[in-house]
């Protein structure tokens, strides 16, 4: 079975500094979606950013970015020049590829703390 | 164009007792699903609906919850009777079409307390 680990309950990260969020999983398929999902306080959990196993390149939206590293099953997701409402936590989630599979494994999340 | 909406946004029960939760789909996905978040823990699967059919309810807990979907329209899920472990976060998500690689989008959630 799957499984999606992120080992920092909580960060802190000052406003205009990056931080990464690590996030590593378990897997014996070989095609499966990686995301990131944030969720500010009392709102919806929206995606981030999403990761296909199959593209090499690491994916970006804005400012954020993953390092994807196949191999050592490992997705951190890194935020540039943080803001104040990126405050949340944030949710790491793997999906398989497989034809009729739609389940999300999550892992336990990460607040995100932004110092002004 | 509106979100998925669940309903209620807060609840507080006692041990025993019935709740049921709401699910509002985006209009016009066919795919609705329910997650569950036991406060610290990971956000689980409880089951996946496809329009009125459940398509995979492999992830719910016991026999105590029931989800429905009447007309492949709103979703419920029910938990009678209450126990104190079933407290958490009750996501709804939705998804257009068959392609599993088709973004879905979640609810702000149902937070459940069983005291």
Redesign the interface.
């Known amino acids: 079975a799957q499984t ?1 680990t992120q080992s920092q309950p909580e960060m802190s990260v000052q406003e205009a500094e990056t931080v990464t969020l690590s996030c590593t999983y378990d897997t014996s398929e070989s095609d499966y ?1 990686l995301f990131w ?1 944030k ?1 500010p306080p ?6 981030v950013i ?1 990761q ?1 196993a199959y593209k090499q390149q690491n994916a970006t939206e804005n400012r954020f970015s993953v390092n994807f590293q196949k191999a050592a099953k490992s997705f951190s997701l890194k935020i540039s020049d943080s803001q104040l409402g990126d405050a949340a936590m944030y ?1 790491c ?1 793997y ?15 990460t607040r995100l703390k932004v110092l002004a | 164009e509106a ?2 909406t669940q309903f209620p ?1 807060h609840s507080v029960i006692e041990k025993g007792q019935t709740v049921t939760l709401r699910c509002d789909p985006i209009s016009g996905h066919d ?1 609705l ?1 329910w ?1 569950r ?1 036991v406060m ?6 409880l089951l ?1 609906f496809v329009k009125e059919s459940k ?2 309810e492999s ?1 719910m807990p016991n026999n105590r919850f029931l989800a429905e979907r009447t007309g492949g329209t709103y979703s419920t899920l029910k938990v009678q009777p209450a126990e104190l472990e079933d407290s958490g976060v009750y ?1 709804c998500a939705s ?1 257009t079409g068959s392609y ?2 088709n ?7 149902s937070w459940l307390t069983v005291v």
């Open positions: 999606v979606y999902y969720q009392s709102r919806q959990m929206i995606l999403r296909e949710f989630a999906r398989s590829m497989a034809s009729g599979t739609y389940k999300y494994i999550f892992g336990t999340g | 979100g998925v946004s795919n699903y997650y978040r610290g823990k990971e956000i689980k699967f996946h398509q995979d992830g996501f998804s599993s690689g973004t879905i989008y979640f609810g702000e959630g």
